[in-house]
């Protein structure tokens, strides 16, 4: 999880400061990591988080 979060720092860094994303500040909380809002963030954590919790509940027996 710690790789995708720094990817996402990064790589939201780079989209906002080159113009290509851009967020209206009344809509965002105003915590920042880097040039990426925190709710940036929401998405990779709730991949990292469910999507190996659902994989692992679809991977169950029947029997288990």
Do not use: C, H, Q
Request: aromatic share 10%.
């Amino acid at each position: 999880m710690a790789a995708v979060l720094v990817l996402t720092a990064v790589f939201d860094s780079i989209m906002i400061g080159v113009g290509l994303v851009d967020y209206d500040p009344s809509r965002i909380f105003g915590l920042r990591i880097g040039l990426a809002p925190i709710e940036d963030f929401a998405y990779p954590v709730a991949a990292a988080l469910l999507l190996p919790a659902l994989w692992a509940l679809l991977e169950r027996k029947p029997n288990d």
